[in-house]
């Protein structure tokens, strides 16, 4: 991946946003009526005794997940061993007294004053200080339990980390620690995509006991009771894809509520997955490329131009699929065991999610690495020559039966 340079990250606009406000806001009055919080502590430390919680996904031990040696050198970039040792830990906490800020989306313990975090660490993690301002205060209900997903962006930047940020994490909390008779208050962005709209209509329709509040990023709500969600992983969040089991929950909801017919695995339809709406990482040559996959059989088909219920549907009825990198690849978690990935990078780009994501859904992975792509959205050539072949022996490989 491409590292940003001293001066793009410590002289721009976040950064001089970050240091007037850090100076503003040494004064008390100035950080309340901000609402701009530099100290954090560590949601454990103000969670109530006895009330934390944690479930560990170790994809090597609970599901059998190995990688081959080479996605080990150009993918994840690790020893054997460390890929062996990836591990996801999920956990909650339930908290008194805290306030759900609207603006920068993040929980503030009333208590210390201080923003609640994973690990205590700078909340600057949260981009607090390009949202400060002040902020009408709201009361929350004293009966209800607050749970803030105000992480919730729209836009096709967040499309994959919407599931593996937001839902696989509250996937676990539903199946591991939600009370059926609690009234639980799930705090959201007003702005929500068709897409979160759809999936908190589905659990609340399935799960009568939950139910979603738009806040305005102009009020702060104060929250009696709270539960605090959280995941460790080296990746943030990109590990996520390997809690298998929370996925395929969460891929069975989209299944069931858009009546989907799964009819998807080995010999199914042949889809190519195209980026020509995309800003980044998209291939020079794709009208080349999606033409000579056309003549092998594919359908190409551009996602993001697509409703999500016809995206489920689309990679439910794949056997094979080829795709350059992209957010739209989180649809793999509708494909069906069995079903064959090819994905191809910039020479300089890589990013081992989707790699996980097949190995612990169990699908079959490859990938190939196209020319160099060109600053700054790292637009590519793939040779068409060497992509046929990679086709042809994965396909020649699926109508075989072999891995």
């Known amino acids: 991946m491409r590292e940003k340079n001293f001066v793009v990250r410590h002289f721009n606009a976040r950064a001089l946003k970050s240091a007037l406000f850090s100076g503003l806001c040494r004064f008390p009055g100035a950080r309340a009526f901000l609402n701009y919080y530099q100290d954090a502590e560590s949601f454990e430390v103000a969670a109530e005794p006895g009330s934390v919680r944690s479930r560990v996904v170790r994809p090597a031990r609970d599901y059998g997940v190995s990688f081959r040696d080479d996605e080990l050198r150009d993918l994840l970039r690790c020893r054997r061993e460390d890929a ?41 993690m949260h981009r607090n200080w390009v949202v400060a301002r002040p902020l009408a205060p709201t009361q929350g209900a004293a009966d209800a339990t607050y749970i803030n997903l105000l992480g919730v962006r729209q836009g096709h930047r967040h499309f994959a980390h919407f599931f593996w940020d937001t839902m696989v994490p509250f ?4 199946k591991e620690w939600h009370d059926p008779a609690e009234r639980i208050v799930c705090l959201v962005r007003e702005d929500l995509s068709a897409i979160q709209r759809d999936t908190f209509r589905f659990i609340e329709e399935d799960w009568p006991g939950i139910r979603f509040q738009p806040l305005s990023g102009r009020c702060k709500i104060v929250c009696p009771n709270a539960v605090y969600l959280a995941y460790q992983n080296r990746n943030h969040g990109v590990d996520n894809v390997m809690a ?32 020509q709406s995309a800003q980044l990482r998209r291939p020079k040559n794709e009208a080349a490329l999606s033409d000579m996959l056309k003549g092998l059989g594919f359908e190409a088909h551009d996602p ?8 489920v549907a689309l990679f439910s009825s794949a056997g094979v699929i080829v795709a350059p990198h992209g957010a739209a690849l989180a649809n793999l978690m509708f494909c069906r065991p069995g079903a064959r990935v090819l994905e191809f990078f910039p020479r300089n780009y890589s990013n081992p999610c989707y790699a996980m994501m097949c190995r ?12 160099r792509g ?30």
């Open 171 to 174: 996937m676990v909390y539903l």
């Open 360 to 371: 612990a859904m169990g699908l079959e992975y490859r990938y190939l690495f196209g020319g």
């Open 374 to 403: 060109n600053a700054p959205k790292l637009g590519f050539v793939m040779d068409p020559d060497k992509l046929r072949a990679a086709v042809e022996e994965m396909t020649a490989a699926a109508a075989a039966g072999r891995r």
């Open 84 to 124: 062996e040792g990836l591990a996801v830990t999920f956990k909650m906490a339930r908290i008194r007294d805290v306030t759900v800020l609207g603006a920068a989306g993040v929980m503030l313990s009333n208590r210390s004053g201080k923003v609640l975090h994973l690990d205590g660490a700078s909340p600057r």
């Open 304 to 311: 993001g131009r697509l409703p999500f219920r016809e995206q």
């Open 244 to 275: 298998r089991d929370d996925l395929r929950v969460l891929a069975d909801l989209y299944v069931k509520h858009y009546g989907v017919a799964v009819e998807g695995g080995a010999g199914a339809r042949r889809i190519y997955v195209s980026r």
